[in-house]
């Protein structure tokens, strides 16, 4: 439970989507057959059944679903970072595909429900460990 | 109830479950001392509870023949440690689909089973944990659970959205927007139950009051939840003695008859970020089966004890098992309409996981039985139907139980 909760960019069912990160790209998986985008990614379309899934790269806009702001450390790679906003964003392609993110570049207690944010891409580290860019999300203005 | 249809049907199922009405009676409850770190191992925890729940109905540890605990943990009592504690060695029936969280519900469906079958005659299920005494080496504990799901440790863990008290802050934060539910609604959840464990003499908050002034003036733990809006973290454990209807009638106290079971689920499972009904729980779909089966309504309900590892989660359940409509539980639970004394809908009589214990449920079904009997510490005059419901990840569970008429 101490270990560092960085993601391991190299794994297989998420490798696309870091590696999208890393050249500023936000990227989803998206069936060939249907359209819809599939979130988390798995190996067949929920919707049609179908197993051919592409990653594709989107806006990288969305809206705050919901978040919760950690005023009080619960978690130890998380200490010394509170107070900190995390939550989900709804997508502008899809809002029904939820993110789960790091709102940054404004104070927890700027954001709302429904305000339109975008992706920004920086590099997640803990300690003096190896770093991993991902997507996290910042107001839009 | 409404039936499931249109856009949010699919998000979830009830489990299909056979008729079990009446052919299964628990007739023994039992607890272990709920404690903070009290240094105790689980099943001696479980032991304790055990032994208590035998001399409630007056069986011998040699009358058990079968026992049901929670498959899902690794520190549950095993037979070998039954028959060495009582020092007994006749073959025991064994199950894993018992103990606490949403099984505390659906194991006298199971036992029913075993009893039906001739598996089994008098089958005990328990559930333990001494998650406050191992809780500086966070062995245990269901932050262990979760962190291991690969989404979870690639998608969600690296944003910091975890442990539970995140999950649960950010979901009640998306029922506030949607509805107007506020800090007063879910405070009137937290000072009901810690009222209901004042009165409790086994509850762990027994000699902490608290009112709802206080509650609005704690800091946040989680924005929008409070620490107050969190379920404890102790050692405990509690069990229950269930047999055919035919012997039920012969133990020392009056039975108290399974009437109907549900079983819900989502199927996001446990990532709570990806259910499309971001603010229900599978109650939606495991309360009306169990109603259903019981041939009751909600509002034949005389005491509710629910799940309630967050106010949130309580709030939810009970709109979602058709108490209120949906949307409408903030303004439900406000005042004392959720006190045993409020004439509204007594809830969590014994303070729930807020405020008497976190041992995972198995207690509200102990209470609710002895609610049925008329021996609760916080008495609803005249209860007559009683009803658990569970909540854990992906399931949702109801245990609707009946008095002897
Ligand atoms: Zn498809």
Redesign the interface.
């Known amino acids: ?2 270990a560092s ?4 960019p190299t ?1 297989e ?2 490798r696309p ?1 870091f590696e999208g990160a890393a050249r500023r790209e936000l990227r989803i998986p998206r069936c060939r057959a249907c359209g819809v985008l599939v ?2 990614p798995r190996p067949r379309c929920p919707a049609c059944d179908a197993d051919a899934l592409a990653w594709n790269t989107l806006s990288g806009r969305g809206t705050v ?8 450390a ?2 130890k790679p ?1 200490a010394d ?1 509170v107070p ?1 906003a ?3 964003v709804a997508l502008e392609e899809d809002r ?1 595909v ?5 709102f940054v570049h404004c104070s ?1 207690e700027e954001l709302a ?2 305000q339109p944010v975008r992706a920004v891409f920086e590099p ?1 580290r803990f300690g003096d460990g190896p770093e ?1 860019v ?1 997507p ?1 999300f910042a107001p839009l203005a | 109830m409404a039936e499931m249809t249109g856009p949010d049907a699919d998000w979830g199922s009830a489990r299909e479950l056979d008729d079990v009405s009446h052919r299964v009676a628990i007739v023994g409850v039992g607890e272990a001392d709920h404690t903070r770190a009290s240094g105790r191992s689980a099943d001696a925890i479980a032991l304790q509870a055990v032994e208590r729940a035998l001399q409630d109905c007056g069986l011998e540890p040699a009358d058990v023949d079968g026992l049901m605990t929670s498959g899902g943990l690794d520190d549950q009592l095993t037979a070998e440690q039954f028959h060495a504690h009582f020092g007994t060695r006749h073959d025991l029936w064994i199950s894993g689909e018992g103990g606490g969280m949403a099984w505390a519900a659906t194991a006298p469906y199971r036992a029913a089973q075993a009893l039906a079958g001739g598996d089994a005659n008098v089958v005990i299920n328990t559930f333990a944990v001494a998650w406050a005494s191992q809780r500086d080496a966070m062995r245990g504990g269901p932050g262990e659970f979760h962190a291991r799901e690969p989404f979870k440790a690639q998608l969600e863990l690296p944003f910091g959205w975890f442990p539970q008290p995140v999950y649960f802050a950010t979901i009640a934060r998306r029922h506030m927007h949607e509805y107007g539910t506020s800090p007063h609604h879910l405070g009137a959840i937290a000072v009901a139950c810690r009222r209901h464990a004042n009165s409790h003499p086994g509850a762990v908050m027994r000699n902490k009051p608290l009112t709802l002034d206080e509650y609005l003036a704690r800091p946040m733990l989680v924005d929008p939840l409070r620490v107050e809006d969190c379920c404890l973290i102790s050692d405990g454990g509690a069990a229950y003695v269930m047999t055919c209807p035919e012997r039920a009638r012969d133990l020392r106290k009056p039975p108290v008859w399974v009437s109907g079971i549900g079983e819900g689920r989502s199927e996001a499972g446990t990532y709570w970020s990806q259910q499309r009904n971001f603010t229900s729980t599978p109650q939606v779909f495991s309360a009306p089966a169990a109603f259903r089966m019981a041939g009751i309504e909600p509002e034949d309900v005389d005491v509710l004890t629910l799940y309630d590892p967050f106010t949130i989660v309580a709030l939810m359940q009970i709109e979602d098992m058709g108490f209120c409509p949906k949307g409408e539980g903030g303004s439900f639970v406000v005042g004392d309409h959720l006190h045993f004394d409020g004439g509204g809908l007594p809830f969590n009589t014994h303070g729930g996981l807020l405020s008497h214990a976190y041992v995972l449920g198995i207690s509200h079904v102990v209470e609710v039985v002895r609610q049925l009997r008329g021996e609760a510490a916080c008495q609803v005059a005249g209860a007559r139907v009683g009803v658990y419901g569970g909540y854990t990840g992906h399931l949702a569970s109801t245990l609707v139980l009946e008095g002897d008429a």
């Open positions: 439970m101490s909760p960085l993601p391991d794994l069912i998420t989507f979130w988390y679903f919901s978040f919760a702001v950690v005023r009080r619960l978690w998380f970072r900190y995390t939550g989900l029904d939820r993110l789960v993110t790091t927890p429900i429904d997640l991993v991902v996290l």
